[in-house]
């Protein structure tokens, strides 16, 4: 690889770190390359690349990027997961990988937001919920009163309705038999005083 070549592969790993939101740091000692191509396609959903090549090359591309503090984890044989979408997951897969293997692909430790990981703190974040299932809880948290609110203002026209039922019922608004109405009862007797009144004038007149 000739020097414009390596620029080339130092510019191209730069700008794979500098847009990854986060980056875990392997072992990856003893695993053969058909692993390492099973892994990387376990890998693809999740948004994540698998990148192996020499430290030196990664050394200068952290520096070039601006995450130098990845550059004491360079140190032997050594693959960059660059996540770019579900952190979670991707620790997860590795994490699970590592399981099943029993010894090859092992946990250096990382970046996640420009702070630094260990091994342990990757291994915390691979026993995280992944982003759908956060969410999925996230969804049903704000569902649940906003339920409980239909439901009791659901009731509470319910209660209304019956209420207003009743009033009509007892005649107490427009149309009601139950309560006479007060004016009529008023103008007739006005109507039997003018009448009396008119009759005694009459006599008078007489």
């Known amino acids: 690889m000739n020097r414009e070549e390596k620029a080339a592969v130092i510019d191209q790993i730069a ?25 990387r396609e ?12 020499k430290n030196s090359l990664s050394d200068r591309a952290a520096d070039q990027a601006g995450v130098a503090s990845l550059k004491p984890l360079l140190v032997g044989p050594t693959a960059l997961a660059l996540v770019r979408g579900d952190a979670a997951a ?6 699970d990988t590592a399981r099943v293997l029993r010894g090859p692909l ?6 996640l937001g420009g702070a630094a990981l260990s091994p ?6 691979a026993r995280l919920p992944s982003r759908e299932v956060l969410n999925a809880q996230l969804v049903g948290t704000i569902a649940a009163p906003l339920t409980g609110l239909a439901r009791t203002l659901n009731a509470l026209i319910a209660g209304v309705a019956v209420q207003l039922g009743q009033i009509r019922d007892q005649g107490l608004v427009g149309g009601g038999s139950g309560v006479p109405e007060p004016a009529a009862e008023t103008d007739a007797a006005e109507t039997d005083a003018a009448a009396t009144d008119a009759a ?4 008078a007149d007489n």
Do not use: H, M, N, W
């Open 106 to 111: 092992q946990f250096k430790g990382g970046l």
């Open 42 to 53: 376990k890998l693809r959903p999740t948004g994540t690349k698998l990148r192996v090549a």
């Open 15 to 39: 700008d794979e770190l500098s847009g990854s939101d986060a980056i875990f740091a392997l072992d990856y000692r003893g695993i053969t390359v058909a692993q390492i191509a099973e892994l």
């Open 120 to 125: 342990a703190d990757a291994e915390a974040i």
């Open 200 to 203: 005694a004038t009459a006599d």
């Open 90 to 95: 991707a620790a997860k897969i590795l994490s």
